[in-house]
């Protein structure tokens, strides 16, 4: 089983940054991939990011490609998710969530992964 705490939310203008981080206290992390999902008031969940259990593979939604960037750092057993250029509709509660089934094609089902973290919040606005 893998518990999952994401930290690091926080509120900033537009154009600012801040870096999330989904910690784990698991002994199985690394076989797992990790999704970054985010849920606003009157919008459904969106998967935001994704790196797989070998980080060989990382996706991005279109609305932040570019502008995010996830990692993870093993040894922490920690994912990171480094976001730049923050709009007012990257407001929400983001949360990551664990998966040892999703791939290319199925990486923002959050249906998907079997164990969340409770949410950070993230609010842009000026």
């Known amino acids: 089983e893998v518990q999952l705490q994401a930290s690091g939310g926080g509120s900033v203008q537009p154009g600012g940054s801040l870096r999330l981080s989904c910690t784990s206290s698991?002994?199985?992390?690394?076989?797992?991939?990790i999704g970054w999902f985010r849920e606003s008031p009157g919008k459904e969940r969106e998967g935001v990011s994704y790196?797989?259990?070998?980080?060989?593979?990382?996706y991005y939604a279109a609305s932040v490609k570019g502008r995010f960037t996830i990692s993870t750092d093993d040894a922490k057993k920690t994912v990171y998710l480094e976001m730049n250029s923050l709009k007012p509709d990257d407001t929400g509660v983001y949360s990551c969530?664990?998966?040892?089934?999703?791939?290319?094609?199925?990486?923002?089902?959050?249906?998907?992964?079997?164990?969340w973290g409770q949410g950070t919040k993230v609010t842009v606005s000026s």
């Open positions: 969530a664990a998966s040892d089934v999703v791939g290319r094609s199925s990486w923002f089902l959050g249906s998907l992964y079997d164990f």
């Open positions: 698991g002994r199985t992390f690394s076989t797992y991939a």
């Open positions: 790196i797989s259990s070998s980080a060989g593979s990382r």
